[in-house]
């Protein structure tokens, strides 16, 4: 009989690609992992992984197996479901992830909501990149969380994860103002063109977020794809912050709907690009259902604001 845990190692190795990640993330040695598959290898009565130097990839066989893996753990997420509809009455932990901008705009009211109508549950955010995320619910650190594509940078589909729809946002090139005064708009602040806007401060310093996050690669690709790379002065993942460097005459920003915020003054411009930050709610395959997950999605859903468009979510 296979072993589920030893399954869900095996797993986490097609995804992560080294023992040391999938010891690192789940918080074994790696002699540990190496053993455990040894000895799911023996259960499977053929070879799961080809070693080659340092490294180890999944055998035809393997790769079949993380396939069937990945419907096992998808009923037993769906049979934990199930049983905490049956237990009735929401307790316990509910590990939530969220990038810094819903932290600030949708979370706080959602887990008002959300402590009003089941008292009994505790939920812990801890800030996450959106990159980060499918690696965290995957491996359990996470029961669900918020995650964001943009136009240029779309979600690649994760195997083992589901998601909804939650809203969409405007995005913004900010320039200081008076940098601002050539750059193609129409009265209502709408972009005619979005490439026109964005090649007008191809010659300015840029600030970004930093390396490795969506919002960097947005920012990049969106520049590219008007000819031009941009040249970057300041990294910094902080809308607030970019905003208030822009208005020091710092740079030019793309910045989304949620992370304009307040009102940002004289100092710093905005025109509006014809492209979109769109988030979604995102949990382990076969968790939908999950009380727990099902109520805090309601109490997101709840708590977006108005003037965010909100797609329409598959039942």
Known sequence: ??????????????????????????????????????????????????RTGRRVRLTPAGQNLVRHAEAVLERLEQADADLAEARGGLAGA?????FPTAIRAIVPAALVALARRHPGLEPMVSETDPAAVAHALRAGDLDVALIHEYDFVPAPPEPGLATRPLY????YLAAPAESAAGAAAVPGGRAPDQGAVLRAHADA?????????????????????????????????????????????????????????EPVGPAVSLTRLLMERRTQVAFRSGAAAHPAVAAFAAALRAAVPPELATPASPA
């Not at 509910?94 to 969220?98: D, F, K, N």
């Not at 969409?168 to 995005?171: D, I, N, Q, T």
């Open 1 to 50: 009989m296979l072993d589920v845990r030893r399954l869900r190692l095996l797993r986490e190795l097609a995804r992560r690609g080294t023992i040391a990640a999938v010891a690192e993330a789940l918080a074994f040695s790696p002699s540990a992992v190496s053993q455990q598959l040894a000895v799911l290898e023996r259960e499977a009565g053929l070879p799961l992984l080809e």
């Open 94 to 98: 509910l590990r939530i992830g969220a």
């Open 168 to 171: 969409r946002e405007s995005m």
């Open 205 to 261: 310093p840029w600030i970004t977020a930093t390396h490795g996050t969506l919002c960097h690669a947005m920012a990049l690709r969106a520049c590219q794809a008007a000819g031009f790379t941009p040249r970057i002065r300041h990294r910094v993942d902080e809308f607030p912050t970019v905003l208030a460097l822009v208005a020091a005459g710092q740079g030019v920003a793309v910045v989304p709907q949620l992370g304009v915020g």
